[in-house]
């Protein structure tokens, strides 16, 4: 049973430029949450994607958005890049039918790096 | 901000008991209360998830009184491969998302 994954595992990018970050959910997940978790800090949720629809976001700014594929798969974007969007980004799968309880399964991350 | 408090360290010897409270005075009706563990340089790891009462599985427990402002994490006989940092989430998806936080959690500490 494949767990959820994440690519690339590491990215260096400048400032002002764009990246996008890819997630896997667990097989049988349908759901998909993206965190951003800084150096020292807990993770921060940035949205949820379910059905190919954005559900529920976070205290992030439009620089940031996101995608979900028919395969339940799903993107990060983010754009304009700052040097404090330094962080390891989380994907997390769930599949919540009908319990709105926060049990997540979390990929490795993909480590980003601002210069 | 996040709505939980936990301490921010302890620490523990090998075959004890381990028990990290986290305090949610603010905690909604339909708020769940849920633990995780995470290592440096990996994703959080779901451990445990309550809402009222005792709650068991095969690697903790999770106590929460009747009036569910605080929860209790406990975790038998550690071991060093239990040294992390331990999360307590408290919400639910649809309620309000700044407590979708994890706050700075708890490193747990655990020596031979």
């Known amino acids: 049973d494949a767990g959820v994954t994440q690519s690339p595992t590491h990215l260096i990018k400048t400032r002002g430029q764009q990246v996008t970050l890819r997630c896997s959910p667990k097989?049988?997940?349908?759901?998909v949450s993206w965190y951003q978790q800084a150096l020292g800090q807990g993770p921060q949720f940035i949205f949820q994607?379910?059905?190919?629809?954005?559900?529920q976001r976070g205290n992030f700014p439009d620089r940031f958005s996101g995608h979900q594929f028919p395969n339940y798969s799903s993107e990060l974007n983010v754009n304009a890049l700052l040097l404090g969007d330094s962080a390891l980004y989380l994907c997390?799968?769930?599949?919540?039918?009908?319990?709105?309880?926060?049990?997540?399964?979390f990929g490795p991350g993909t480590r980003l790096t601002v210069t | 901000l996040a709505k939980t408090t936990q301490p921010i360290s302890m620490d523990s010897y090998e075959g004890q008991e381990v028990n990290i409270t986290c305090s949610h005075n603010?905690?909604?009706?339909?708020?769940?209360i849920t633990w995780y563990q995470q290592f440096p340089s990996q994703g959080p790891r779901f451990i445990i998830q309550?809402?009222?009462t005792k709650v068991t599985n095969e690697v903790a427990s999770l106590f929460i009184p009747a009036d569910r402002k605080s929860s209790t994490l406990s975790l038998p006989r550690v071991s060093l491969s239990d040294t992390a940092v331990y999360y307590c989430?408290?919400?639910?998806?649809?309620?309000?998302?700044?407590?979708?936080?994890f706050g700075t959690g708890t490193l747990l500490a655990v020596q031979p």
């Open positions: 309550g809402y009222k």
């Open positions: 097989s049988g997940h349908d759901t």
């Open positions: 989430l408290v919400g639910a998806w649809g309620g309000a998302t700044n407590k979708l936080i």
């Open positions: 997390a799968s769930s599949d919540p039918k009908g319990d709105s309880s926060l049990e997540q399964y």
């Open positions: 994607y379910y059905e190919e629809e954005e559900r």
């Open positions: 603010n905690i909604a009706t339909n708020d769940y």
